[in-house]
C-alpha cells in the first residue's frame, strides 16, 4: 500500500535524492528489514555503497549497456524460468561483486515494442538521409558540407536509438564538385540491438531469493507509476499549465488519493476472488444508477426520493462477492 510522496525541484537528478529519502522512511518507519527497490535512474555506486554499508537490501535496475557482462547468458537458452505470461528470468552470478547477483529478464511484450520502436528510429534515419542525399545533389559548392554534416547530427540525435547502427561519412568530392553522403550499416551492433530487444538486467544483493520471487518484488515499481497513469485515464486530469508551486502540489495530492484508492478497490477485489484487475470490475460496478421518484402528497408538495436502481443479477453477484451492499434510497427532500 502507498504511504506517501516527496516532491523535489525539477532539476534534481534521482540519484541525488536516494540518500534523503532512506533517512526520512527509516526515522519515519524504524530501520526495519525492508527491500529498497529503484530503476535504473537512481542508482550509482555511491548510492549502492551507502546501502550496503548498514545492511540494507535492494533491487535495482540497471542500464541496458550491462547486459553485455551477461552476454553468455543471454546467448544460452537453458535455464530460463517463467515467471509470468510472457516473462523469464534467470540468475546469473556477478563479478564484481561476490555478496551480488543479477537477473537477467526477458518480456515478449517488451521485444515488440522495442523492435517497432527500434524499426520507427531506423526508418527515420534512413529516410531523413534519402533526403539529404538529394539536397547534396542539387545543391553544388563546397561550402554546403558543413551545412550537411550538422544536419546529419542532428538526425542522429534526434534518433538516438538508431543512431549506433549507421556509419556515416560527410566529404566533399572534388571530382564531382559536391558534397557526398557515404552510409554503411553497423552489422555487429544492429545484430547485438536485435538479440537483446525485449530483454533488462536487475541487481540484488539478496541471494537467498528465487529468480521470480526478486522479479515479482521489482515490478512493483510498476505499481508507482500507475499512479500517474490513473488521473489521465480514470480522472481523465493532466499536469498541463501548472506553473505555481501550489497547483503542483494539489495534482500530485489528487493523483496520491486516487492511487490509495486505487489500491484499496484492488485489494478489495482480490481478496474477493475476482483477479487483480480491477478496472474490469469497475467498469461492471459503473452500471449502476439512480433514479429520483417525485411523489406528490395531500398538501400538495412534491417528496423527492432518489433511489438506486435494482442491478441485475450478475451485478448483483459481483457486489455480494466484494461485500458491498447498495442502499435502497439516498436522500429524500420535500420540494
Known sequence: MPLGYEIFAGNTHDSTTVEDLVEKMEKLYGAADRIWVMDRGMVSEQNLARLRQHGRRYIIGTPKANLKQVEQHLLEKSDWQVVHEGVEVKLCSSADAANEVFILCKSKDRALKEQAMHDRFVGRIEKGLEKLKRTCEQRQGKNITQLIERRVGRLLQSNSRGAALFEIT??????????AIAVEKNDGASHWLRQTEGHYLLRTNITDWKPENLWQAYIH???AEEAFRIHKSDLHLRPLWHQKDERI???IFVCFLAFVLWKTFGLMCKQSGLGDEPRRVFEEIKKITMVDVVLTTTEGKE????????????????????GLQLPERLTKRIL
Open 221 to 223: 515499481l510498476t505499481d
Open 303 to 322: 417528496l423527492k426520493i432518489r433511489t438506486v436502481a435494482r442491478p441485475d443479477k450478475p451485478l448483483q453477484i459481483l457486489l455480494h462477492r466484494l
Open 170 to 179: 560527410v566529404s566533399f568530392d572534388a571530382a564531382m564538385g559536391r558534397t
Open 249 to 251: 502540489k494539489a495534482h
